[in-house]
């Protein structure tokens, strides 16, 4: 077993029992008490758990966030995946909205040959990405440079994003349930992220699965305005999802 197949399956033992001992995994995994440990460490560096005495436990502090460059490399083929699938949903001209994220930097490199669609983007990346296509007119928000996150977030108001009508808005997410609805762990790109889908006809939502029902500090929207979850894999409660009126495009069903 590949380490990173190893961690994606500790972490699914650390979701379900919130706390796990070394000892234990060393038995599941039929491996050393020094691999479980770089395991551990590996994981707690992407801000996934928190390392304690003999064992790990599953970190849910609200107010973590991890910078752009940082998120790239976490479940990075995962991503990769989705958003090429994600960019399956964007039709010739559409008007989109693209939120920051290393997810939907994806979908813009998979829609460079879209015709006539418009992309309004936080995330300057993203603007860069669809510079050089000729039928994609980009709209680049302005406002503050949030520092390691490739993005700008809003001053004092949204007014550019009240003056559009969107047909549909590609949203990321640090955590994503049922009862808490899709939120971030900034309070300003929360409402940046709002003002993107105030006037968006479908509300579109990409993660990978680790994303799923933890808690990050502000909402920005709640399930019931999601329309659409393009996922890695279907979450366990998945006809939960679907009876909230969630379609669920998942790469493994």
Known sequence: MFAEERQEKLLSILREKRKVAVSEMCEVFNVSGATI???LRQLE???????????????????FEQASDDREVVNLSAKERIGQRAAQLVEDGDIIVLDTG??????????????????????????????????????????IVKKGYHCVVAING?????????????MGVNSLSLKQGACVADVMLAETK????EHASQVIVVCDHSKLDNTSLAQFTPAARIDTLVIDRLPDNADAWRNAGIHLIALEE
């Open 102 to 143: 290393t997810t939907t930097l994806h979908i813009a490199h998979h829609i460079r040959d879209r015709k006539n669609v418009t992309v309004v983007t936080n995330d300057y990346q993203i603007a860069r990405e669809l510079e050089a296509s000729p039928s994609i007119q980009t709209i680049l928000l302005g406002g």
């Open 45 to 63: 560096e992407t801000g996934m758990l928190t390392r304690t005495h003999g064992g790990a436990m599953l970190r849910t502090r609200a107010s």
């Open 158 to 170: 949204r007014s550019l994003l009240d003056t559009l009508n969107v047909d549909k808005a590609f």
């Open 194 to 197: 709002r003002g993107m889908i």
């Open 37 to 39: 440990r770089a395991d």
